[in-house]
């Protein structure tokens, strides 16, 4: 299967702690998203890589999210000092040129 | 400002029969809708789309219909299935980068 991968499936934390999720996406797709989806919410964007470029980031993130996506390929998303709120699923999907964007799994985090 | 709206947070129909599920939209500028499923526990997976040039697109059970001076679509499935029991989206795509603007997603029940 080279569907989108997410890791972990789910994170418990404490707060204030620092918590980083990896996804990989579909090989042959330059575009990779991160999204937040809270219960009863579609997901909520989050930022945006194009190849190894970071080329969109939601005014929503605040400073303490940072991503990366080195070599254009595998993708981390890294929050600092975790809180409460920031418990959420966190959504990585992947597209070519069209608009439709594959999905992983999902990182689950809890922030106690 | 939720620029793509679900106003139906569930819907239950019997197996067989046609679901019918509905999105209305603020911006004029979306040229561009797609669904979206979602199980429990796994990403939303692509569905179906279309293009504002269009006013319908079928895809086997599953059509979707697009009222442009309504700002409207709805997503038909016929026959409705028990494995269609899942969240459906409605999501845009807002700029070129392909940042998708999803609803609050309705619940799909498909009773036996």
């Known amino acids: 299967d080279t569907g989108v991968s997410q890791d972990p499936r789910h994170k418990i934390t404490k707060r204030g702690q620092n918590v980083t999720f990896r996804c990989d996406p579909i090989s042959e797709h330059n575009r990779l998203y991160w999204y937040r989806q809270t219960l009863g919410q579609g997901p909520e964007f989050l930022t945006y890589?194009?190849?190894?470029?970071?080329?969109?980031k939601s005014r929503l993130l605040s400073d303490r999210f940072s991503a990366e996506r080195p070599k254009g390929s595998f993708s981390t998303l890294e929050i600092q000092r975790t809180e409460q709120g920031d418990s959420a699923m966190y959504l990585c999907?992947?597209?070519?040129?069209?608009?439709?964007?594959?999905f992983g799994p999902g990182t689950r985090l809890t922030v106690t | 400002d939720q620029q793509v709206k679900q106003n139906s947070p569930s819907l239950s129909v019997q197996e067989g029969r046609i679901s019918i599920l509905n999105c209305d939209y603020t911006?004029?500028?979306?040229?561009?809708f797609l669904w979206y499923k979602k199980y429990p526990a796994e990403g939303p997976t692509f569905l179906i789309s279309i293009s504002s040039i269009k006013d319908k697109n079928e895809d086997g059970r599953f059509t979707v219909f697009l009222n442009k001076s309504a700002k409207h679509l709805s997503l038909h499935i016929v026959p409705s299935q028990p494995g269609d029991s899942a969240v459906y989206f409605c999501?845009?795509?807002?700029?070129?980068?392909?940042?998708?603007?999803w609803g609050a997603g309705t619940k799909l029940i498909i009773k036996p």
């Open positions: 890589f194009q190849n190894e470029a970071q080329l969109e």
């Open positions: 999907a992947s597209s070519l040129v069209f608009y439709e964007q594959y």
């Open positions: 999501a845009a795509p807002m700029d070129s980068n392909y940042q998708l603007i």
């Open positions: 911006n004029s500028m979306f040229d561009y």
